[in-house]
């Protein structure tokens, strides 16, 4: 029993050489947030809104792929999404397509709390949070020059890839990573925290950019509750990598249902999903449990993640430990 | 190898009230589907064939919420979505947020196989739908006279309630009563709720399942609201075991990954078809959350199964057994 925390920056092809100016701001601010995370955990906050403020901090830091730092449409905009879900009331919140709200997941966990829905997206969610006053940018405001440069990379590098006009045979290769950037740095990034509080109540929460040059109107696992989000009695879990995959695999949800249906724990349970629900190559997860247990399996080179229990462990890591 | 299988579903929860007239007519058009998937079916189509041709049909028919005849947000336009999985390699596509597209849920496989994504909403997936040159609708064509009276009586009634489960106020009742004033569902009365999303789910003759669900949504909705129909695992899941689409409250079919967990029931659990679909139904729908369900594993079962009063369904089996109808409970 006791507290847990854990968190990530997406997971992916990320090349060991990664240079220490790309790889050392982003170690800090996971450092960073975990802080904040536990600061907020022993200050007695509940899981829900530790999952919130750490998300919110990834959110506003440029050097990941979710609010400010967002990746870019193949049209030039940024197109945001997160959800949010509380794992002892089930109840979850989503948006999608959003343009100018500032902080993703605020907005979806005022979703889960404002609205008879669950989800809510592209226009009539961003009409929505001008209604309930949420801060809202510009925006120019989400978009880096780092991305901008990505994005031209993408078109230049994928252009026959991405062409979904051109008739595609067989079983076409989805959402292929589009190469690396300028920084030679992972393009499937995505952020999320899991929590366990005091009290044993969990929560999750994800937030993305999503993908390099996708379609406008593009949504991927990360607003999906069961496929990048979820989190019920038993378990939190927040998924990143190939949308696609997790999607398919129901990861979030199946890391849960192995718990629950099949009486595994939950390191096997995520073990097994990234295993086996998900093609090598593809997935990321973080997931903590009611008893206060922690795992961030991942079958992609890295993750960038951290995590921290009440017993005093706590690791902040890209790569394999090993 | 149980023999190809099918089912097929236009909503669950339904007014009591509901004249004979439009009951039959319910149940021809779920005939007439039904037997458009047999006859698929029966020259060997695939299952993912067989759902997406069923379920076009129940979009361009007005009757049901789905396509043509598609419930109207809040500022009277539709906004539809949809959803396609094939259980045997586990690819899907989603639409959401569609407004010209006559058959959302052929745009929804279109997504699967002609796009690098497997979802795409509001005016990006108009403009894919432009480019692949699917068949177009001004947004009128969309909507039905019977359709703009009911999203009056839903202003009226004003609501999509915050709290679905709490009944509108009864001012001569005092809370005294244990009597529920008026069904409602999805906050609001059970008369306006109706006709609702459609879906089929098809076990072909190769044990391939497939599953697809369709929706306008809820009468009187935000514009932007998504409900479960486009949600992989919510509204819409098939694997090699199973293929599942869900109808009802969106909301609580979200929270309970209710597809997904029919199917996960089987794979982990090892429960047979019926035994998970009855449990989904009796334990994951939280909060009082109403919702019904059809099903077909591979070895040719079909299983529903709903809390609600009733659910539009049709069955169809290689054996010869067809059924349609409206209450009572589920079938086997």
């Given amino acids: ?322 | 190898m149980g023999g190809w299988a099918i089912a097929v579903h236009g909503g669950a929860g339904i007014d009591p009230d509901l004249p004979l007239s439009r009951q039959e007519e319910a149940k021809c058009l779920l005939s007439r589907c039904l037997q458009i998937g047999i006859d698929a079916l029966r020259s060997s189509k695939p299952a993912l064939d067989v759902v997406e041709l069923v379920v076009r049909e129940l979009e361009t028919d007005p009757l049901f919420n789905s396509g043509r005849g598609a419930a109207l947000t809040e500022k009277g336009v539709v906004e539809m979505e949809a959803s396609i999985m094939d259980g045997s390699n586990r690819r899907c596509g989603a639409v959401s947020g569609l407004t010209t597209v006559k058959n959302p849920v052929s745009l929804a496989r279109l997504v699967m196989e002609k796009s690098p994504h497997s979802y795409l909403a509001f005016s990006g997936a108009e403009e894919f739908a432009r480019q692949q040159g699917v068949e177009l609708a001004d947004n009128e064509y969309f909507i039905t006279e019977e359709n703009r009276g009911m999203l009056a009586l839903a202003k009226e009634a004003n609501k999509i309630l915050f709290d679905y489960r709490i009944p509108a106020p009864e001012p001569e009742t005092c809370g005294a009563s244990t009597e529920k004033p008026l069904q409602v569902m999805n906050g609001l009365p059970i008369s306006i709720y109706t006709p609702e999303t459609v879906g089929c789910v098809v076990v072909d003759g190769q044990g391939r399942c497939a599953a697809a669900t369709s929706t306008g949504g809820l009468m009187n909705k935000m514009s932007g609201r998504i409900g479960d129909s486009p949600l992989i695992g919510s509204g819409t899941y098939a694997c090699n075991l199973c293929g599942v689409s869900c109808t009802g409250e969106g909301e609580a079919i979200i929270r309970a990954t209710l597809a997904r967990d029919v199917a996960a029931l089987m794979e982990y659990k090892g429960l047979g078809l019926k035994e998970s679909v009855d449990l989904v139904i009796r334990e994951r729908l939280d909060d009082g959350g109403l919702a019904g369900l059809i099903a077909v594993s591979r070895d040719g079962e079909v299983a529903c199964g709903f809390n609600t009063n009733g659910l539009f369904r049709g069955i169809a089996k290689e054996d010869g057994t067809m059924e349609v109808s409206i209450w009572g409970q589920g079938l086997n």
């Fill in chain 1, 1 to 322: 029993m006791g507290w847990a925390i854990a968190l990530h920056g997406g997971a992916g092809d990320i090349p060991v050489t990664l240079p220490p100016d790309r790889r050392i701001p982003r170690e800090e601010c996971l450092r960073h947030c975990l802080k904040i995370g536990v600061d907020a955990i022993e200050a007695g906050r509940s899981a829900l809104d530790v999952v919130e403020l750490v998300v919110r901090e990834l959110e506003n830091n440029p050097n990941f792929n979710a609010g400010r730092g967002s990746v870019l449409t193949s049209e030039g905009t940024v197109e945001m999404e997160a959800s949010i879900m509380d794992g002892n009331t089930m109840r979850c919140g989503a948006v999608s397509g959003l343009t100018t709200v500032v902080n993703p997941i605020s907005f979806a966990r005022l979703v889960m709390e404002k609205t008879p829905h669950i989800y809510l997206g592209f226009d009539g969610a961003e009409q929505f949070a001008r209604g309930l006053g949420v801060e809202t940018m510009d925006p120019s405001h989400f978009i880096t020059r780092e991305n901008i440069e990505r994005l031209e990379n993408a078109k230049a590098a994928n252009r026959v890839q991405i062409d979904y006009t051109q008739p595609i045979q067989k079983d076409p290769v989805k959402e292929v990573p589009r190469g690396d950037g300028p920084s030679g740095d992972s393009q499937i990034g995505t952020v999320g925290c899991v929590a366990v509080d005091m009290d044993g109540n969990l929560a999750t929460a994800t937030s993305t950019g999503g993908l390099v040059n996708k379609m406008v109107g593009r949504i991927g696992d990360t607003p999906i509750i069961g496929a990048g989000t979820y989190a019920n009695h038993l378990c939190a879990v927040s998924a990143t990598g190939k949308g696609e995959s997790i999607i398919r695999g129901t990861v979030a949800r199946d890391v849960a249902a192995l718990m629950e249906f099949k009486g595994l724990s939950l390191l096997e349970a995520a073990a097994h999903v990234v295993k086996d629900r998900v093609p090598e190559g593809t997935v990321g997860l973080v997931a903590v449990s009611a008893k206060g247990e922690v795992t961030m399996p991942f079958n992609t080179t890295g993750m960038f993640r951290a995590c921290a229990t009440e017993d005093g462990y706590s690791e902040v890591a890209i790569w394999p430990l090993n």
